[in-house]
């Protein structure tokens, strides 16, 4: 039988691998966007293009009563924000919304799958004895981690026995992907750049392992609420990218430590200078605290337990085939 799926946020990174992972597998699948999307890339996998008002719960749950979808996945999410209060308002409120309409009397779902962050735990200390696990403590660094926290308490509250999988992925990298490209744009103008000398354990996971461990979500049976952590398992030295940089393209760099105090303090003035801006720096001090964490290492025993999670792309694999799309794409 034909699976049917609503995505939220398919137009962004990891919407548009979702939405064609889904399509895929056969699945009939039903985009979420606003009406201001670029969906050019995602056409062709979507069957149904939606313009809710998250906002209004009636109106989501009449959506829900006709489409009678199998599944949501809730992939949208403000990721930078001036204001605090309107992170919260996008990520917990909208999320609330999506979930108090889904689980309304007469509307039937199998199962919700929220994508929350890594970022809602925060990383850990570098001579940690175990790894971030589902029940390592929230200690979140930035207002966006704390948006995600705020949600996922939320859920527990007001809907922890509802059939709701919530997945925390660590930096997800992969064709079209902004944030981590800025990296690689520097590493192809000949720098190598970092923030001290401090040494810290990283964790990646490529797209097409996210999707497909969502997709999972939806289909594997589970009990209730739960909470999965994901990455590809391994451990990496902040000089990974750019070592896999330099393999791939055969391109070396000048590799610089900037003392931490004088990013410090570039940092600040960033955040001083967009005080009046609509836009977000793209270096501020939350941002910093986050980019020189000593330990984001990740714990993905429970994913491979209960819903059979394998990940087939390590960095090296993963980063290759990104770094070409990359350059084939004219982006590099």
């Known amino acids: 039988m034909m699976m049917k799926v609503f995505v939220t946020g398919a137009s962004g990174f990891v919407g548009s691998h979702l939405v064609e992972a889904a399509k895929n597998l056969g699945w009939e699948v039903h985009a ?170 990283l964790s990646f996971i490529y797209v097409k392992d996210l999707v497909d461990v969502l997709l999972k979500g939806c289909e594997m049976p589970q009990e209730g609420l739960e909470f999965y952590n994901i990455s590809d398992g391994q451990v990496y030295s902040k000089y990974a990218m750019a070592d896999i940089f330099r393999k791939t393209f055969g391109k070396r760099a000048l590799r610089l430590h900037l003392p931490y105090r004088i990013v410090s303090f570039v940092a600040r003035l960033s955040q001083i200078l967009y005080t009046n801006s609509s836009k977000t720096p793209v270096l501020y001090p939350e941002r910093l605290g986050e980019l020189t964490a000593e330990n984001w290492s990740c714990d993905i025993t429970k994913a491979k337990e209960k819903l059979g999670y394998k990940p087939n792309y390590d960095l090296e694999r993963g980063l290759t085939v990104t770094l070409l799309w990359y350059k084939n794409n004219n982006w590099l």
């Open 32 to 201: 979420a966007v606003r009406s201001s999307s670029k969906i050019e890339d995602i056409k062709a996998f979507v069957d149904k293009f939606i313009h809710p008002d998250f906002g209004n719960v009636e109106e989501l749950k009449q959506l829900f009563l006709q489409e009678k979808y199998d599944f949501i996945i809730h992939a949208a999410a403000l990721t930078k924000s001036k204001s605090e209060e309107q992170m919260l308002r996008v990520n917990v409120e909208m999320t609330q919304n999506l979930m108090q309409a889904a689980f309304s009397e007469g509307v039937s779902l199998k199962r919700f799958v929220y994508v929350s962050s890594l970022a809602a735990i925060g990383p850990i200390a570098y001579d940690a004895k175990q790894d971030i696990s589902e029940d390592t403590d929230y200690s979140p660094l930035t207002v966006y981690g704390r948006s995600k926290k705020a949600s996922e308490l939320n859920i527990k509250s007001r809907f922890g026995d509802k059939p709701i999988s919530v997945f925390r992925p660590t930096a997800v990298y992969g064709p079209r992907e902004k944030d981590l490209f800025i990296l690689f744009d520097t590493l192809n103008k000949g720098l190598d750049p970092y923030i001290g000398a401090n040494p810290q354990k």
